[in-house]
């Protein structure tokens, strides 16, 4: 099985680290995908959104066939839309995956390549409205959401757990716990200062009266 991540000028870090830590941790420990790739337009650095400067594995043309393909988000995204080498390849690749899946803005670029129309998806908080704009996507505000073969996840750290979640969906829960484990991924649920007062907080974020009510 073969597991490509696409990476962009300006993709998000933790979009596409928080997946690789996952997928990479499955791959050896609970027999996940054998070939795990990052993918680019071209096999030379690329310049991520906070300064993290990475080397893919492959190129769009050196790419082989995918079994799953995962694209990230980030600034990058509001390019990528419009750069027909990247449609192109997801739209070529798409027939012969098992799973697409995005995280954060990258559900843009599903979109651009023809793969989330109709679809149920989800995306960064500040970008749903964006997204319902595009008129032939069901736009849900969750952490993540599966419609058949394509998965979407909210944003940034969001992907680290829409991997797990597709880890236990493909490979089983016992699969996915030993990644957990590993990972040591077992999220605080503390909610800092004001954030979930936040006009636009991801409505699944627990509001303090939520907290509260729960504790008793």
């Known amino acids: 099985m073969s597991f490509g991540i696409i990476v962009f000028p300006e993709v998000e870090e933790l979009d596409f680290v928080g997946p690789w830590e ?11 995908p054998a070939n795990c790739l990052i993918v680019a337009e071209k096999r030379e650095p690329v310049s991520c959104a906070k300064g993290l400067s990475i080397n893919p594995h492959v190129s769009f043309a050196e790419c082989p066939p995918l079994d799953y393909l995962l694209v990230p988000g980030g600034m990058g995204t509001r390019r990528e839309v419009d750069n027909p080498a990247m449609t192109r390849f997801l739209a070529d690749q798409a027939p012969g995956c098992k799973a697409l899946l995005s995280v954060c803005t990258g559900a843009f670029v599903l979109h651009a390549a023809g793969l989330l129309s109709g679809r149920t998806a989800t995306t960064h ?15 849900v505000e969750q952490r993540f959401v599966q419609d058949g ?11 680290t757990d829409l991997m797990l979640a597709f880890i236990a969906h493909t490979a089983g829960e016992e699969a996915a716990a030993k990644v957990q484990l590993q990972a040591e991924y077992y999220p605080a649920d503390t ?14 974020v627990k509001r303090p009266s939520q907290a509260s009510g729960s504790a008793a």
């Open 149 to 159: 073969n394509v998965w979407t996840s909210a944003g940034v750290s969001a992907g």
């Open 125 to 139: 908080w500040a970008s749903l409205d964006r997204l319902r704009a595009l008129g032939d996507v069901k736009v």
């Open 191 to 204: 909610v800092y200062g004001s954030t979930a007062s936040h006009e636009r907080a991801p409505a699944y």
């Open 22 to 32: 996952m997928l990479t941790m499955w791959s050896k420990l609970a027999g996940g």
